[in-house]
């Protein structure tokens, strides 16, 4: 069965500060990594990757992917309050859109 | 464009009863998906659909069940209710390849009393 582990389930930290978010996934048949950020509505899509070692931007938000180990960060810095969110992760594997996501990482800004 | 719609947005039912939600994706968006997220759980796999065939299925019981229309608007329906799936109901559409984002919907809010 196809599993996606993110940790920590949950962060508080300081405007300015940087924080990782981590995720480790077993799935077959690997196809894309996603990032989803998630207020109090709809995932909304971050990053995808697919291939190791290449990293995403895009303003203070960043993503590696890591094939051979089989993890991914997701990396914020200069954090603030409208950064608090439910990040979560997703794997798309066996082909077509079956995706498996991780339980979230809920993380909290505080001024 | 417009996004992801899904109705209605919220809804209570009782146990034993059935419904029915509905989600319309994304103009020429072609695969439509749909999820169940509770606390405890994250967000879950329940089905997947392009073309009016569903591709891809999630380990839920049988009282869980799709279609889609050749509109690529998908509905889905849950049988005899249990307190159990009171949840959020997400629907996202994608273009439909391995290698393409899918859009949330807002969800359906359904409780189960």
């Known amino acids: 069965e196809d599993k996606v582990v993110q940790s920590p389930l949950s962060l508080v930290v300081h405007e300015g500060d940087t924080v990782t978010l981590n995720c480790s996934y077993e799935?077959?048949?690997?196809?894309?990594l996603l990032w989803y950020k998630q207020e109090k509505k709809a995932p909304t899509f971050l990053f995808m990757l697919?291939?190791?070692?290449i990293e995403k931007k895009s303003g203070r938000l960043s993503s590696i992917l890591d094939k051979k180990e089989l993890f991914s960060i997701l990396n914020i810095t200069a954090t603030q309050t409208g950064d608090s969110a439910v990040y979560l992760c997703?794997?798309?594997?066996?082909?077509?859109?079956?995706?498996?996501f991780g339980i979230g990482t809920k993380l909290q800004v505080i001024p | 464009k417009a996004g992801v719609t899904q109705t209605p947005r919220y809804l209570i039912k009782t146990r034993g009863q059935q419904v029915t939600l509905s989600c319309s994706p994304i103009?020429?968006?072609?695969?439509v998906s749909w999820y169940q997220q509770t606390p405890g759980q994250g967000l879950q796999f329940l089905f997947e659909?392009?073309?009016?065939?569903?591709?891809n299925k999630g380990n839920f019981p049988g009282r869980f069940s799709g279609r889609q229309f050749s509109n690529s608007r998908s509905e889905m329906n849950v049988s005899t209710l249990e307190l159990g799936d009171s949840a959020l109901y997400l629907c996202?559409?994608?273009?439909?390849?391995?290698?393409?984002?899918?859009?949330f919907g807002p969800g359906t809010r359904l409780t189960v009393l």
């Open positions: 997703a794997v798309n594997s066996g082909g077509y859109q079956k995706v498996t």
């Open positions: 799935v077959t048949n690997f196809r894309s």
């Open positions: 103009s020429g968006h072609r695969s």
């Open positions: 697919t291939s190791s070692g």
């Open positions: 996202a559409s994608s273009l439909g390849y391995s290698d393409n984002e899918q859009f």
């Open positions: 659909y392009f073309s009016e065939t569903q591709r």
